[in-house]
């Protein structure tokens, strides 16, 4: 007697009531999947990630994030996603980037000789990134960062250098006018990077307890 299979459906709802379904071996796995999507959907996620290609992505994301992060590292992060779309294509939709392409990825910024620490960096930025388009952006469905399980290069960590103080006051001696001395002089005291110092303002200065907030900021 032949036996012939059997096909269990399973149906859920999404965010905006419209109804899917899907078909599976057993009706255990298909009550598990109806109930892991509709538990997603029931906490507000998208109910299918949308057809994104990473040169929107990265649009989107210069645009989201303009003035929520420090405009040095909003530049730095749509770099590494230009990056990847030279090296994967700039039409090529985010789901499709495996983790294959990222290991390339990091692997050619390896061999163009750049410092293990440097890349490093660059991986973890796009980490970060790719976290971002599977939560909060809902562009990725979860689990699905290709740079999620890429381990960082080993290498020995050179210790930070720190301009001698000799240094500094050769420089600050020739500063041609006041305002040069007043930036040289935060620059090394405060630590603060380029666009952080050209950008503050007066409400970021406490006189009174000698104090400099630096807040995250695009060019004024």
């Known amino acids: ?5 059997v096909s269990i459906s399973r149906k859920w709802y999404g965010s905006e009531g419209k109804q899917y379904s899907k078909s599976f071996k057993s009706r255990k796995e298909a009550s598990q999947y109806a109930k892991k999507r509709q538990r997603k959907v029931d906490k507000g996620q998208r109910d ?4 994104t290609t990473l040169a929107q992505f990265t649009d989107e994301h210069r645009r989201v994030m303009a003035g929520r992060i420090a405009h040095t590292t909003l530049k730095h992060q749509v770099r590494m ?3 990847l779309s030279k090296h994967v294509g700039s039409g090529r939709v985010l789901s499709r980037i495996s983790p294959r392409e990222a290991e390339s990825f990091v692997a050619s910024r390896v061999s163009l000789g750049r410092a293990v620490a440097t890349v490093n960096k660059d991986m973890r930025t796009l980490k970060g990134i790719f976290n971002i388009a599977v939560e909060p952006r809902g562009h990725l469905e979860e689990g699905c960062n290709p740079f999620a399980k890429i381990r960082p290069r080993r290498f020995a960590p050179k210790p930070p250098y720190y301009v001698p103080l000799e240094d500094f006051q050769r420089v600050f001696s020739r500063a041609p006018k006041l305002w040069w001395k007043a930036l040289l002089a935060l620059a090394y005291t405060s630590g603060g990077r380029r666009d952080e110092l050209l950008n503050l303002t007066w409400s970021d200065i406490d006189f009174e307890t000698q104090a400099v907030r630096f807040v995250p900021n695009g060019p004024h």
């Open 1 to 5: 007697m032949a036996h012939t299979k």
């Open 48 to 51: 299918r990630p949308k057809k």
């Open 81 to 83: 996603q230009n990056m």
